[in-house]
């Protein structure tokens, strides 16, 4: 191999194999264990499809602009792949190219989702998530939902094992939790909040954030850390209570 080793350490094994007209060597090389980050205490996510991830800090990761681009093409290349003739060359050509978009897209994905959950995991202790909208996953068939639905799930995932991993804890917050429409400060609800308002404002004059315009998805980060941190029982009272995110989540599958 002409290529220099990312990582220092001993090679143990090597391994090629081919993804939609690509080969690949994965190369095993044995590295101490990294020293460890000094770790903040916790932080609450809110996962979302304008942008990817919006944490309590007021951080937001957006999704990847290539994303939108590379799914038309993938939405042209799938037309060009029905008008081919079944069983001749130029179907065979057209289906490889699907492929390849395919791949080309979920790697592109799958490398944001691993920066992103190796930073969580390596600064936080206690990550609060929402957890998977199961009902909408499956009346889910657009294209650009579905790779959003399929990021979510890896996002999941990747995050449980990299914060287990390093001695952390993730704390899933069901979906019917009202974290969208709730003040993270005094737990007003804000019951008839439309989807597209991207501005949260808190109408109880007693509270710190009267009037004052909250970003939509980072009040929805921090409602979900405290909810998360309740749910632990690392706090006796968090803005939960009833009322339900429901149908917001119906007017997002609608839409
Ligand atoms: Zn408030």
Known sequence: MAEKLRFQGKVTSARITKTAQWWFVSIQVEIPDEVPVRKLAAVGIDVGLNRLATLSTGEGVENQAFLKTALSKLRRANKRLHRRKSGSKNREKARRQVARLHYRITCSRDDLLHKLTTQLANCYQIIGIEDLNLKGLLKNRKLARS???????????????????????VQKVERFFPSSKTCHCCGWKWKDMELSERVFLCRNPDCAYYQFAQDRDHNAALCILHEALRLIGLIDQAVAGTGSDEDVNLAVDAG
């Not at 890896?154 to 804890?169: C, F, I, P, Y």
């Open 147 to 169: 790779f959003s639905d399929a990021a979510l799930g890896k996002l999941l995932s990747l995050l449980t094992s990299k914060v287990e991993q390093r001695g952390g804890q």
